[in-house]
T-cell receptor, first 114, second 111 residues
Framework: EPEVTQTPSHQVTQMGQEVILRCVPI?????FYWYRQILGQKVEFLVS????????KSEIFDDQFSVERPDGSNFTLKIRSTKLEDSAMYFC????????????FGPGTRLTVL | QKEVEQDPGPLSVPEGAIVSLNCTYS??????FMWYRQYSRKGPELLMY????GNKEDGRFTAQVDKSSKYISLFIRDSQPSDSATYLC???????????FGKGTHLIIQP
């Protein structure tokens, strides 16, 4: 069964460093998303991406975040200058058709900022 | 007022019991309603998806949406210890809109 994959599973970085989180969505899916989940809190929407551009973004998704689909398979989230409060699980999700809203999630990347 | 309210539990029931999980929401623009299951430090796994009001059944799981009351439910029949997890409700307006999640209910099925 096709699934969303994410790498790395765990990333440790120093405050102020740049990190890139990688995702490979399900191959025939059209919409891509990033979410984050701070430990013990709810899953929060960051950004959606369709047709090679950002469709929607939340208040969390400020100038330090960017997304890119550098080739036909990868979808990345870049955090330019990490802060302690960026420590969280980051989930990528993808969706197939415009008529349905079933989003399938990857296993997540645990980001730890020291 | 939070957009999506969900009792975090924990909810502990004996094996074989019927489990009822629910969420309330405030945004009447939500059209799509989902239930996800999440194990500790793992990604959410889609269980049920419903568009607008009504019921949907899949095996031991039944999802209900009452848009007039802004209330959604998930029922699990013949609960098993393997059903122990955190259950997240999620909803959206559709299109490119991101999902708005509840905080999740931690469910424990006692053998």
């Amino acid at each position: 069964e096709p699934e969303v994959t994410q790498t790395p599973s765990h990333q440790v970085t120093q405050m102020g460093q740049e990190v890139i989180l990688r995702c490979v969505p399900i191959s025939n899916h059209l919409y891509f998303y990033w979410y984050r989940q701070i430990l013990g809190q709810k899953v929060e929407f960051l950004v959606s991406f369709y047709n090679n551009e950002i469709s929607e973004k939340s208040e969390i998704f400020d100038d330090q975040f960017s997304v890119e689909r550098p080739d036909g398979s990868n979808f990345t989230l870049k955090i330019r200058s990490t802060k302690l409060e960026d420590s969280a699980m980051y989930f990528c999700a993808s969706r197939e058709l415009e008529s349905t809203d079933t989003q399938y999630f990857g296993p997540g990347t645990r980001l730890t900022v020291l | 007022q939070k957009e999506v309210e969900q009792d975090p539990g924990p909810l502990s029931v004996p094996e074989g019991a019927i489990v009822s999980l629910n969420c309330t929401y405030s945004n009447s623009a939500f059209q799509y309603f989902m239930w996800y299951r999440q194990y500790s430090r793992k990604g959410p796994e889609l269980l049920m998806y419903t568009y607008s009001s009504g019921n949907k059944e899949d095996g031991r799981f039944t999802a209900q949406v009452d848009k007039s009351s802004k209330y959604i439910s998930l029922f699990i029949r013949d609960s098993q210890p393997s059903d122990s997890a955190t259950y997240l409700c999620a909803m959206s307006r559709g299109g490119a809109d991101g999902l708005t999640f509840g905080k999740g209910t931690h469910l424990i099925i006692q053998p």
